[in-house]
């Protein structure tokens, strides 16, 4: 079988490495290099603390890939397990809170309910008194998207991919026991497979249009800030997210911390996703360092932008991505509303389940069908940064 992923990406590359394990045949398309998109872009995380079954059970499954990645793919991640702690000032976001650890438990999950001071041992600097209660899992952590990427590209190469970068697909025409995808270039061939897989992330949509069915996906642009705090944040305190206000930072070397967070009223979607700003707005970068010195005392007027990025989230209404076959012969994996990173590797064994086998045997994602926003069966996420 001929399998054409279109999307390098880490979501697209790791589905192209499991395709070719199974022995698949697999031709892999990416407009720019791999990664341009949105995984280099990515902060990383890898965590188990969400609020649906669907998603705790990705990220089981993803997890169960990450710990042994090293060893698998031959390559280092830079991960570090230092945690990750979310923070209400609710007392009903705390009662879901509690309902969510014990669903999490569930699935092997070894996070915990915590109080202020609790949530303090984890994070010296928290500004404990402003919160009523957290959860905390000290087995979430983070690693580096681009490491991780080029370990699975690596591995695709090995397994027979043809990887074939700066090639932007114009369409896919669905046919009856085949897939035509047609290239940017006009000079260059179209390409025949069996089966295609919709791995394109922000541009999915334009993608699905072209064969035939619309995919409820819009891009949003995301911020990161690089921050020289006042004081130092130390590289073992955890990622920590206020759940009321999406602000969020973790550590980086040498005292530095990654600052996160979406504070606008509205959420404007970014109409074209090939033309957008990559660098931080100052006013919320601003914003940002005041946002998240209400969480932690490490920051304050003395702190200083170092740098940063911008980037897409390709989001859901319900903030789930979209894995299904969409039409016979295109599978779809897109729409992760900023967790695909982290969820790369489940979703690559469910792509080639549902390829070669007709259904996914790793994670029942049944629930993930685009058909959910027709039936109201969306399940929001609620643990979003």
């Given at each position: 079988?001929?399998?054409?992923?279109?999307?390098?990406?880490?979501?697209?590359?790791?589905?192209?490495?499991?395709?070719?394990?199974?022995?698949?045949?697999?031709?892999?398309?990416?407009?720019?290099?791999?990664?341009?998109?949105?995984?280099?872009?990515?902060?990383?995380?890898?965590?188990?603390?969400?609020?649906?079954r669907v998603n705790v059970?990705?990220?089981?499954?993803?997890?169960?890939?990450?710990?042994?990645?090293?060893?698998?793919?031959?390559?280092?991640?830079?991960?570090?397990?230092?945690?990750?702690?979310?923070?209400?000032?609710?007392?009903?976001?705390?009662?879901?809170?509690a309902d969510q650890v014990?669903?999490?438990?569930?699935?092997?999950?070894?996070?915990?309910?915590?109080?202020?001071?609790?949530?303090?041992?984890?994070?010296?600097?928290?500004?404990?008194?402003?919160?009523?209660?957290?959860?905390?899992?000290?087995?979430?952590?983070?690693?580096?998207?681009?490491?991780?990427?080029?370990?699975?590209?690596?591995?695709?190469?090995?397994?027979?991919?043809?990887?074939?970068?700066?090639?932007?697909?114009?369409?896919?025409?669905?046919?009856?026991?085949?897939?035509?995808?047609?290239?940017?270039?006009?000079?260059?061939?179209?390409?025949?497979?069996?089966?295609?897989?919709?791995?394109?992330?922000?541009?999915?949509?334009?993608?699905?249009?072209?064969?035939?069915?619309?995919?409820?996906?819009?891009?949003?642009?995301?911020?990161?800030?690089?921050?020289?705090?006042?004081?130092?944040?130390?590289?073992?305190?955890?990622?920590?997210?206020?759940?009321?206000?999406?602000?969020?930072?973790?550590?980086?070397?040498?005292?530095?911390?990654?600052?996160?967070?979406?504070?606008?009223?509205?959420?404007?979607?970014?109409?074209?996703?090939?033309?957008?700003?990559?660098?931080?707005?100052?006013?919320?970068?601003?914003?940002?360092?005041?946002?998240?010195?209400?969480?932690?005392?490490?920051?304050?007027?003395?702190?200083?932008?170092?740098?940063?990025?911008?980037?897409?989230?390709?989001?859901?209404?319900?903030?789930?991505?979209?894995?299904?076959?969409?039409?016979?012969?295109?599978?779809?994996?897109?729409?992760?509303?900023?967790?695909?990173?982290?969820?790369?590797?489940?979703?690559?064994?469910?792509?080639?389940?549902?390829?070669?086998?007709?259904?996914?045997?790793?994670?029942?994602?049944?629930?993930?069908?685009?058909?959910?926003?027709?039936?109201?069966?969306?399940?929001?996420?609620?643990?979003?940064?």
């Amino acid at each position: 079988m001929h399998v054409a992923v279109v999307g390098g990406g880490i979501v697209g590359v790791a589905s192209a490495y499991e395709l070719a394990a199974r022995g698949a045949d697999v031709t892999l398309f990416e407009r720019g290099s791999l990664g341009a998109g949105s995984t280099d872009r990515a902060l990383g995380g890898i965590r188990a603390q969400f609020s649906t079954r669907v998603n705790v059970a990705l990220s089981a499954a993803s997890i169960d890939v990450w710990d042994d990645f090293e060893e698998r793919f031959g390559v280092d991640i830079d991960r570090r397990r230092t945690g990750y702690l979310f923070l209400t000032r609710g007392d009903d976001t705390a009662e879901a809170f509690a309902d969510q650890v014990a669903m999490q438990r569930e699935y092997g999950v070894p996070s915990r309910l915590v109080d202020p001071n609790e949530a303090a041992e984890a994070c010296p600097g928290l500004r404990a008194d402003a919160f009523v209660a957290g959860t905390y899992c000290p087995e979430d952590s983070f690693a580096d998207p681009h490491l991780a990427l080029q370990g699975y590209a690596g591995a695709a190469r090995e397994e027979g991919v043809e990887i074939r970068t700066n090639t932007p697909v114009a369409g896919l025409d669905v046919g009856e026991s085949s897939v035509r995808v047609s290239l940017a270039d006009d000079a260059v061939d179209a390409v025949t497979a069996d089966t295609a897989v919709n791995a394109a992330g922000a541009w999915a949509p334009r993608l699905a249009e072209t064969a035939g069915y619309d995919l409820p996906i819009v891009p949003h642009r995301r911020q990161t800030a690089v921050v020289e705090p006042g004081r130092p944040v130390p590289e073992s305190d955890p990622l920590v997210i206020d759940a009321d206000t999406t602000a969020h930072f973790r550590p980086e070397r040498d005292g530095r911390a990654l600052v996160g967070g979406h504070f606008a009223a509205d959420d404007p979607v970014v109409t074209d996703p090939d033309r957008f700003s990559e660098t931080p707005d100052t006013d919320w970068a601003v914003e940002a360092v005041e946002r998240v010195d209400e969480l932690a005392d490490y920051f304050g007027p003395e702190s200083r932008l170092a740098g940063g990025w911008a980037g897409l989230y390709a989001v859901t209404p319900d903030h789930h991505a979209i894995v299904e076959e969409s039409v016979p012969g295109v599978v779809t994996a897109a729409g992760f509303s900023g967790h695909g990173f982290q969820h790369a590797p489940a979703t690559a064994r469910v792509v080639a389940e549902l390829v070669l086998d007709g259904e996914a045997s790793t994670v029942d994602v049944s629930g993930l069908d685009r058909g959910r926003f027709e039936r109201g069966d969306e399940r929001v996420e609620r643990n979003v940064a």
